[in-house]
RNA sequence: GGCCCCAUCGUCUAGUGGUUAGGACACCGGCCUUUCACGCCGGCAACACGGGUUCGAAUCCCGUUGGGGUCACCA
């Protein structure tokens, strides 16, 4: 038997006014992958840009437990990166169930059907039988092609095989000669030997199926029109092209992406291999900010899920959702030699399946900061307090609910950071603006070069707090004119005064505009650190002294 | 190993026979500046290799090399 299945390639997807449905099938294991999550983008914007449906579909077994436990970060990943679905788990739709482990009896009619119409047979071969049989073939240095010595297709014969003590699966009667064509949407023509393909078992001796069987049979019974997915999936076509085929189905269009492939090289992007991956300047320089931001909020980070390579991460220590989804965008598509920066809307209206690029594109994290600090700089001053103040909580500097006065405050921090806070997490960068009780710790480096040594450095600060007890009103232009009249009386250069004055009031070598944190500070705070530091310095200079 | 896929700056990419091979990120200079960041200006940097086809190849063909995927009673 020959099929070719390009006659019939796509035929559901272009029959007219079909609406397009797309799909995300992924198994419940805890955790969303980056790689996973552009597969899913895809196949989102396809079916939007199509007025169409995509359905989230989980392909658990009926082994696995705590279904619910395993699926939930899944799901609250995709809901954080606002890829919606249309019907999957907790939204139904009319062509549940959604969970593979609930449609058994489904895939037990197909293998009937199948049977029935000798495309599949019973095999009553034991697992090792069929080993030996490949052992032999690669001794000889031949192709293994099951011999079907223990395929039995009448009643007889599995009477005569069950009479030894046997048990059968099921497996696919694939053809042995001519060719599986069909079209790919991202990588065009495709053909493959019939006779490469094995004899796949559909149905174990429990009478459980398996994926193949179960994923065209899910695809036919969801409508599905479209199946995008990546690369590793490519070679397991044609056995789904000949199941569908064998069944009746229409088939969907076929469309294989690259995979993600790890930072600074071309194999597969893996959860497992973090260890590796954090040699990788930019990609340690990521996950070691996902630490510091967990140490500041004094977290313990799930090992096994605190990855760069898992979404979960991002949401963690502050990325925005339409940054993961510009860079992932890009990542394997472009529009043109220019456009890099898409809203939600644009994504939708642009995305095209033929420019998806065929060679697989490796994970950069640098690529991936720029994309939020360019998103970040697009966020109004209430979107980027709300951006913090997650994070303000759960270090325990602000209450649950923060009073006016408080967001006023974070507000005008934010306002001073400007791009300095790209990431929810940096703000936890600027503790001296919340612990304002608490004493200050100096960098010693910037203590020593702008305090100590300096011999100008504590009498002019002494004399300039005199200046700041005395300012009328306490902010940033008023701070900034004073300090000016101050540097002329002085007959200093700014630069003098400026540097010591950060330093004893942030504790700091760098920061935010001098008046902007001396007014966020507040008068109080300013000479209480001023204070401070003077006193603080004394007691260095006398202890080196001795 | 069989089958299949892929190949442009470090990275993401534009390019479909004639371009000084374009852009972005990163990197390196400089400017701005109270520091840092931003911003601005400038710079470094690529067609894997070898054969064809052609007046002319990054672009088309063949081969080589390299990388990857897949070959389950996993999904």
């Given at each position: ?431 001296e ?7 200050l710790e100096y960098e010693a480096k910037a203590f020593q070069k702008r305090i100590?040594k ?41 630069g003098?005064?400026i540097h010591a004055l950060r330093v004893a009031v942030t504790g700091k070598a760098v920061g935010f505009?001098m008046?902007?944190t ?29």
């Amino acid at each position: 038997m020959t099929l070719s299945a390009n006659k019939c390639q796509g035929a559901r997807a272009k029959r007219k006014h079909m609406t397009v449905r797309t799909r995300f099938a992924p198994s419940p294991t805890g955790y969303l992958h980056i790689g996973g999550v552009r597969s899913a983008l895809f196949n989102w914007l396809f079916a939007k840009q199509h007025g169409g449906q995509f359905i989230l579909r989980i392909d658990d077994t009926d082994q696995q437990r705590n279904i619910e436990a395993a699926l939930n970060p899944i799901l609250e990943g995709f809901r954080w990166l606002g890829i919606d679905w249309d019907e999957g788990p907790q939204v139904d739709g009319p062509h549940g169930p959604y969970y593979q482990s609930q449609r058994r009896s489904k895939y037990e009619a197909a293998v009937a059907i199948l049977l029935e119409r000798g495309l599949a047979y019973r095999d009553f071969s034991t697992a090792e039988e069929v080993q030996a049989e490949r052992a032999e073939a690669e001794k000889n240095q031949t192709e293994f092609i099951y011999s079907r010595r223990w395929m039995a297709e009448s009643d007889e014969a599995a009477q005569r095989f069950e009479a030894e003590g046997r048990s059968s699966v099921v497996r696919l009667k694939m053809p042995r000669e001519g060719q599986c064509e069909f079209v790919d949407l991202v990588r065009g023509p495709m053909r493959f030997d019939w006779s490469k393909e094995q004899d796949h078992v559909i149905q174990r001796a429990d009478g459980t199926c398996l994926y193949h069987l179960a994923n065209v049979v899910d695809d036919e019974d969801l409508k599905i029109t479209h199946v995008i997915r990546a690369i590793e999936h490519l070679a397991n076509t044609p056995r789904q092209i000949f199941i569908a085929q064998a069944l009746g189905y229409e088939l969907p269009a076929y469309a294989h992406l690259p995979f993600v492939a790890e930072p600074g090289s071309k194999n597969k992007l893996s959860k497992r291999k973090l260890d590796k991956y954090l040699k990788n300047p930019d990609f340690g320089t990521l996950y070691e900010y996902g630490m510091k931001v967990m140490r500041r909020l004094g977290k313990e980070p799930d090992a096994d899920t605190f990855n760069p390579v898992i979404v979960d991460f991002y949401r963690d220590v502050g990325f925005l959702p339409e940054a993961i989804n510009n860079y992932l965008l890009l990542l394997g598509w472009s529009l043109d030699d220019k456009t890099e920066d898409f809203t939600r809307e644009e994504m939708i209206q642009y995305f095209s399946l033929d420019r998806v690029i065929k060679s697989p594109a490796s994970f950069d994290p640098a690529k991936l900061l720029a994309f939020q600090q360019r998103q970040a700089g697009r966020l109004n001053p209430e979107e980027r307090t709300e951006q913090c103040v997650r994070f303000l909580f759960e270090a325990g500097w602000v209450e649950a609910m923060p009073s006016s006065d408080m967001i006023d405050r974070i507000t005008r921090l934010i306002q001073a950071a400007g791009d300095r806070i790209k990431i929810g997490g940096d703000i936890l960068d600027y503790p001296e603006f919340f612990e304002t009780e608490k004493p200050l710790e100096y960098e010693a480096k910037a203590f020593q070069k702008r305090i100590l040594k300096p011999a100008e450095a504590l009498p002019l600060l002494s004399s300039y707090r005199e200046r700041l007890e005395a300012v009328s009103d306490f902010n940033a232009s008023e701070l900034e004119a004073n300090l000016k009249s101050f540097v002329e009386s002085q007959e200093i250069k700014i630069g003098q005064i400026i540097h010591a004055l950060r330093v004893a009031v942030t504790g700091k070598a760098v920061g935010f505009g001098m008046f902007e944190t001396l007014e966020i500070l507040g008068r109080p705070c300013v000479l209480r650190r001023i204070d401070e530091t003077l006193q603080y310095a004394k007691e260095s200079m006398e202890s080196s002294d001795s």
